[in-house]
């Protein structure tokens, strides 16, 4: 594979899989995406609160008039995505109700190495996030 | 008669001839000298005996012709005959002179002049037959006359072919080719041609917007759907060699510095496109020429030598191909074959890129090659497609070298390029694509195509087969974000020509795709990209390429057997030339920074040269939008990538850029009123169309050096500092942008506010060292007149345009920040114009004594000998304002000292400037660029709009890295790379946040 590899002082780093944060750079890719109906909400931590709050409820009782809808969080924003179903469950005053399902998610991290030209393959690292998938509801009573 | 009625008859005697008035005194010599009194006695009685009234008449009225004087009283007695011959010869006289005045035209000599006014008609001029007949045939020859003076003999001759002569395809061809003889057109030019705003740029004609709206529309575009960009213009340099030796020779172009070079593992392997920045040969970190991308062909079982392709800008083609000679020692140039050879043709028989394809099946329309030849021009460049606009079509395209293995092709133009953006660009080619079907058929039969002959390998059939499997799993890959950057897909696929949908159709993700494949597979493709085999594929190779273009089938053939189908509206079959090499680029979206990961990726499609419109209709009938340069403008911007030219300031393209935008800006300006113009030197904007980077690095590297030298020796330093910028100035060191990956990330972090949140270095990033001024020390001294490339968010209002200053806040300004996030930031006092006042002063004084024209001269030499006195003051005052201006808090005080020292200089300058002064802006020799204004000046703003991903104002530009470290040194860590923006129109700074992008 290093059949230019002049300068010997450098093979043995090549060797080293193990990762080292000197020799690499993360970059995280984006999660996978999957394909979006109208009534699936993904949670994110920039968007405002109150503004996703709001889309929500407008996905409930607007025009569209869903009878559910799919609240989806990943890792930091599961908080941010329970945190949005039991208001909208309480605003509801009841008659709306929850069905919460967690997942696990697999991403990927690419690894750049610093020194492109003589490193081994650049990596890539697979690692697991939890994510939540709530479904909010009208019962059907 | 009265004054009036004279006036009148003297107007209508004008132009009657003089001798109308027939003097006596000639008459009796001449005509009657043989008649003595007798002959006068005739003419008298004449006048009563022929017309009866007349002779009373003339009599009553007092019109009398030169009788008055004459001898003869009028009551004498009328004559009994008269000779007619003597009559009539006295007469003579009179008659020439009448029929003189009737054939003269009065006024303009027009025909119709001769016509009385109620009977001209307007259109007179231009239809003689409007005119009586007896005045046409004058009318006729001069209308003929006019047209002759007016055109020239050329331009008539093609004025008399018909529009259906010209329109015929031969001398349509003609007419396209003399067209592009300056700028070349790309393949699309005339799809383009009809939808765009053309520019001529760099040897090209190229779209440069829509003419429909749709700036919004192509941005959703980008971000959800998919544009589409014709990026032919793009030059390909291709390299053949040993590969030790061409890493040798190519490293001497790069730097491990700056990014993965021509080296980097997964590229060579041929898995990979990479980036990389070129330098002239062994000049790192100075002299850069531009960004270029670069592919390398996956190594071959049965030859050592590596094929390598590098795209590059057309501006710095001839630049680094001369470099890349340097490096190759590749000066042999190789004359092409003989039979493609279009040098002894001139330009004008190039056939264009389009044109091409078409005019090489001319053996099958006899008619038509007969009368190419009957033009008298040869046939044979018909051949050759020389569609470049970089380069003359007599120089050479290949070089070989004489100490190694080397060589070099020029490919511009022979592959094209098309630039697919946004997540569903994936969905585009899925559907748009075919990989080439029925492999099987004919493997025994001769086949002059290639794609039979191709089959009957076993080795390149597999490898097909598995092209075609990678490519059906890209189906279920939903977005182009996932897949790794730049990995390299080659194909064989069908004429999409044949698949092309009847109506214009969107695009869109496949479930049903996406589910069946499997799913394993699809997580190994978007963990290892494409294997590195499947990036092999026909389309390096010269021959095939020859073959595919040469054979395509033609639009015109096409038509004619869907118009023979059976059925209607079905299917064509496939034509055993109908399969074309492809190969597929990934192009990496958003790597840097933290918001909108992956944004704008998408693939780049290369296809053989020839079939650029086969391609491209059918993938704008699968409903994407088309950008043109700006769309690539601003994608580059949301990527957070630098544009090229536009922000290269340091490499020779983005110089001339530069001058060419200062021109054109001025030019601008210029040709509104001057009462009108925005007056730049009361915005204190020193350059409004440009940006003096020199100076703003050497004006940094003084006041860093004057602060950190506060105490020791001030004036005699600062005496040495002066007499030594005088000469620095020149070429010594030039400006340079940073480009080191180590240093960027480094600044990056170094410019982040270390607020809670942010202060958690993630993993995997290099331990940075502390910003101190000891480190600061050490960068400035490592990286010396150096441009930090920036991006910049305005927090609240405010919308940054071109050439935006980049300001220093002072500590004020942060403490209100701090108080008031959402307050809209210091007011620039308004600057005086004191150019303006004093050219009035001058002109007043002009008016006051206007009997000296001298006075001007007066006031150049005194002028001219304070000059000497205040060259050596003035810029002291502007040192001594620099050194202040440090101090944050004295820096009103500090603008007043540079404006009076402006003032001084200016003065002394007006006399000679005054000629090119420029109302509103400053004239040439510049005060500091930094200090002008009541903030400190960092750097300027080189590409700044509403950014429609984030919402508010977002810039790029470059600021002085020494000036960056001085600033980030004196802010409180929180409010580490807070900056102020002001537009050059406006005087109200605007608050903004600095990222160094790493």
């Not at chain 2, 400035?780 to 345009?801: D, E, I, M, S």
Request: glycine content about 6%; proline content about 7%; some cysteine.
């Amino acid at each position: 594979m290093l059949a230019h590899c002049t300068d010997d002082r450098k093979t043995p780093e090549c060797s080293t899989k193990s990762m080292d944060p000197v020799e690499y750079t993360l970059r995280k890719r984006l999660p996978r995406k999957l394909p979006k109906r109208r009534n699936d909400v993904y949670i994110n931590m920039k968007t405002d609160f109150k503004a996703q709050l709001a889309r929500c409820q407008k996905l409930l009782d607007g025009g569209a008039g869903h009878k559910e809808i799919c609240i989806h969080g990943l890792g930091l924003a599961i908080n941010r995505a329970i945190n949005i179903a039991l208001q909208l469950q309480a605003f509801s005053q009841g008659a709306l109700q929850l069905a919460a399902n967690t997942s696990t998610v697999e991403l990927v991290d690419d690894l750049e190495p610093e020194d492109p030209d003589e490193a081994g393959e650049p990596l890539t690292r697979t690692r697991n996030n939890s994510a939540i998938h709530i479904k909010v509801f009208y019962p059907n009573a | 008669m009265s004054g009036a009625k004279d006036r009148m008859r003297h107007k209508k005697m004008r132009n009657q001839p003089s001798n109308m008035t027939y003097s006596s005194s000639q008459e009796f010599p001449n005509g009657e000298g043989s008649g003595g009194s007798a002959g006068q006695g005739y003419s008298r009685s004449q006048h009563t005996k022929g017309p009866s009234g007349y002779g009373q008449s003339q009599q009553a009225s007092g019109w009398v012709r030169g009788r008055q004087d004459g001898p003869v009283p009028r009551d004498e007695v009328l004559p009994k005959y008269i000779t007619a011959s003597m009559f009539a010869k006295a007469r003579a006289a009179e008659v020439n002179s009448m029929l003189k005045a009737v054939s003269k035209t009065t006024g303009s000599s027009h025909v119709f002049g001769a016509l009385p006014k109620h009977m001209r008609r307007r259109a007179m001029s231009h239809n003689t037959k409007r005119l009586p007949r007896r005045l046409r045939e004058l009318a006729d020859r001069m209308l003929e006359k006019s047209h002759h003076a007016g055109q020239k003999e050329k331009k008539e001759q093609s004025k008399t072919k018909s529009r259906r002569a010209r329109r015929r395809h031969g001398n349509l061809l003609l007419e396209f080719n003399r067209r592009q003889r300056k700028n070349k057109w790309l393949e699309t030019h005339i799809w383009h041609a009809k939808r765009f705003h053309m520019l001529k740029k760099w040897g090209y004609c190229l779209g440069e917007r829509p003419t429909y709206k749709c700036y919004r529309a192509s941005y959703r575009a980008m971000s959800s759907g998919c544009l589409l960009q014709d990026m032919s213009y793009y030059c390909c340099l291709e390299l053949w060699g040993p590969e030790e030796q061409l890493m040798s020779a190519l490293s001497r172009l790069t730097s491990k510095d700056t990014g993965p070079t021509f080296a980097a593992v997964l590229c060579v392997s041929g898995q990979r496109e990479g980036n990389t920045l070129l330098y002239k040969a062994d000049q790192y970190p100075h002299q850069p020429m531009g960004p270029a991308q670069f592919l390398w062909r996956p190594r071959n079982a049965e030859s050592s030598l590596r094929q390598l392709w590098i795209w590059v800008h057309p501006t710095i083609k001839q630049e680094l191909l001369s470099e890349l000679q340097v490096v190759c020692q590749c000066f042999e140039a190789v004359s092409p074959p003989p039979s493609e050879t279009p040098v002894e043709a001139g330009p004008s028989d190039q056939p264009s890129a389009p044109a091409s394809s078409d005019l090489k099946s001319e053996p099958q329309h006899p008619g038509k090659k007969r009368k190419r030849e009957g033009d008298g021009k040869e046939d044979k460049p018909a051949k050759k497609i020389l569609g470049d606009g970089t380069r003359s079509p007599m120089t050479p395209v290949s070089w070989r070298s004489a100490e190694n293995d080397i060589v070099i092709n020029d490919l511009s133009m022979e592959i094209v390029r098309y630039r697919l953006i946004g997540p569903l660009s994936h969905a585009v080619l899925t559907e748009t694509l075919l990989p080439a079907t029925n492999t099987e058929i004919d493997i025994e039969s001769t086949s002059s195509f290639w794609w039979p002959q191709h089959c009957k390998n076993k080795d390149s059939m597999s490898l097909h087969k598995q092209q075609a499997d990678v490519f059906q799993l890209l189906k279920g890959v939903n977005s182009t974000s996932e897949l790794p950057a730049g990995c390299v897909l080659g194909l064989t696929v069908d004429d999409p020509r044949l698949t092309l949908p009847k109506k214009r159709v969107t695009a869109a993700l496949d479930l049903q795709a996406a589910q069946d494949v499997d799913e394993e597979q699809r997580r190994d493709l978007t963990l290892r990209g494409v294997p590195a085999p499947c990036a092999q594929t026909a389309l390096w190779d010269q021959d095939v390429r020859d073959n595919v273009t040469n054979n395509r089938v033609l639009e015109q053939e096409m038509n004619k057997m869907k118009r023979e189908l059976l059925v209607p509206g079905s299917r064509l079959p496939v034509f055993p030339q109908s399969r074309v090499p492809i190969l597929l680029v990934h192009q990496a979206g958003k790597q840097q920074g933290e918001e909108r990961r992956g944004w704008g990726s998408g693939w780049d499609l290369l296809l053989p040269k020839g079939w650029g419109m086969a391609f491209w209709v059918p993938l704008v009938y699968r409903g994407v939008r088309v950008g043109g340069l700006q769309m690539s403008l601003k994608h580059s911007q949301n990527k957070c990538l630098p544009h090229f030219p536009h922000e290269f300031p340091d490499c020779p393209a983005g110089v001339r850029f530069q001058e060419e935008q200062e021109v054109e800006l001025l030019n601008k300006f210029k040709r509104r009123p001057p009462a009108k113009r925005t007056n730049y030197i009361k915005h204190g904007c020193l350059a409004p169309f440009r940006c003096p980077w020199q100076r703003l690095t050497e004006e940094w590297e003084k006041i860093v050096k004057q602060d950190g030298e506060e105490g020791k020796l001030q004036s005699a330093e600062m005496e040495g500092v002066i007499s030594q910028s005088g000469e620095d100035t020149p070429p010594t060191s030039a400006f340079t942008v940073l480009r080191s990956r180590k240093v960027l990330r480094q600044l990056s972090v170094w410019s982040k506010p270390s607020s809670a949140r942010n202060s958690r270095v993630p993993r995997g990033c290099l331990p940075t060292p502390l910003l101190n001024t000891a480190s600061a020390m050490e960068l400035q001294a490592q990286w010396r007149h150096c441009l930090v490339w920036v991006r910049v968010c305005v927090l609240g209002k405010g919308l940054p345009t071109l050439h935006t200053m980049l300001c220093v806040p002072t500590a004020e300004d942060l403490q209100q920040l701090r108080k008031d996030p959402r307050s809209i930031g210091p007011k620039e006092p308004r600057h005086k114009d004191h150019l303006q006042h004093l050219l009035k002063r001058r002109s007043k004084r002009r008016k006051a004594s206007p009997q000296f024209p001298a006075s001007e001269k007066d006031e150049g030499t005194p002028a001219a000998v304070n000059k000497d006195s205040s060259s050596s003051s003035a810029p002291k005052d502007n040192q001594d304002s620099v050194v202040t201006s440090t101090h944050p808090n004295l820096s009103t005080s500090i603008s007043k000292g540079a404006e009076s020292a402006v003032e001084s200089s200016s003065a002394t300058d007006l006399s000679d400037s005054c000629k090119e002064y420029v109302r509103g802006l400053w004239p040439e020799p510049l005060p500091s660029v930094s200090s002008h204004c009541s903030r400190v000046t960092l750097g300027w703003v080189t590409q700044g709009d509403f950014s429609l991903a984030t919402g508010n104002g977002e810039a790029l530009g470059f600021v002085s890295l020494t000036g960056l470290l001085h600033m980030l040194l004196s802010q409180p860590a929180d409010q580490r790379g807070s900056v102020l923006v002001r537009n050059p129109t406006s005087l109200q700074y605007r608050y903004a946040r600095l990222h160094v992008e790493a």
